[in-house]
T-cell receptor
Framework: GQNIDQPTEMTATEGAIVQINCTYQ??????LFWYQQHAGEAPTFLSY????GLEEKGRFSSFLSRSKGYSYLLLKELQMKDSASYLC??????????FGKGTTLSVSS | DAGVIQSPRHEVTEMGQEVTLRCKPI?????LFWYRQTMMRGLELLIY????????DSGMPEDRFSAKMPNASFSTLKIQPSEPRDSAVYFC?????????????FGPGTRLTVL
């Protein structure tokens, strides 16, 4: 089956930029999702990349390279409220999403 | 529009009891997913339905777990008998895309504690 790898934890300070990486086997996915999950809450959709390249959405951007099995989520101008888990999920045709274990980001002042 | 609705939000029960979790997907969505989330294992897919039909139940841990979707607006996940290792947050999610690969919208989850 597919493996999705993300760092377990990251820390950063307010106002900084942080990049959360996600790697997976190249033979599988059609696209890559990113979800945000605050402690005690449900995951919420952030972005979806189906084509290679960078998709920008305000302070958040997501990048995909299908040939390298690599994606990242870039968060700019970090705020305390960005402290959360960030889940990478792969999209295979005809099957459900496969989620990574998530990266817990702690933003300090 | 209402999002995915789950009930109960919290459930505390004793080992051996039957537990039933409920989910109402977003109206018009035709795929529904049940997940379990723990610190150790992350978010695991248990089962998903497409147009009320179970498509993939390979994630259901064992025969103690069962899921039904009698119509497009309701699904249940049942654990009988429950065990302490079943303690987790159970999420239901739905999507408009057939085949299960579209953007999923999650319910608030049910936090289950089995004593």
């Amino acid at each position: 089956g597919q493996n999705i790898d993300q760092p377990t934890e990251m820390t950063a300070t307010e106002g900084a930029i942080v990049q959360i990486n996600c790697t997976y086997q190249t033979s599988g996915f059609n696209g890559l999702f990113w979800y945000q999950q605050h402690a005690g809450e449900a995951p919420t959709f952030l972005s979806y990349n189906v084509l290679d390249g960078l998709e920008e959405k305000g302070r958040f951007s997501s990048f995909l390279s299908r040939s390298k099995g690599y994606s990242y989520l870039l968060l700019k101008e970090l705020q305390m409220k960005d402290s959360a888990s960030y889940l990478c999920a792969g999209n295979q045709a005809g099957t459900a999403l496969i989620f990574g274990k998530g990266t817990t980001l702690s933003v300090s002042s | 529009d209402a999002g995915v609705i789950q009930s109960p939000r919290h459930e505390v029960t004793e080992m051996g009891q039957e537990v039933t979790l409920r989910c109402k997907p977003i109206s018009g969505h035709n795929s529904l997913f049940w997940y379990r989330q723990t610190m150790m294992r992350g978010l695991e897919l248990l089962i998903y339905f497409n147009n009320n039909v179970p498509i993939d139940d390979s994630g259901m841990p064992e025969d103690r777990f069962s899921a039904k979707m009698p119509n497009a607006s309701f699904s249940t996940l049942k654990i009988q008998p429950s065990e302490p290792r079943d303690s987790a947050v159970y999420f239901c999610a739905s999507t408009k895309t057939s085949g299960g690969s579209g953007t999923q919208y999650f319910g608030p989850g049910t936090r289950l504690t089995v004593l």
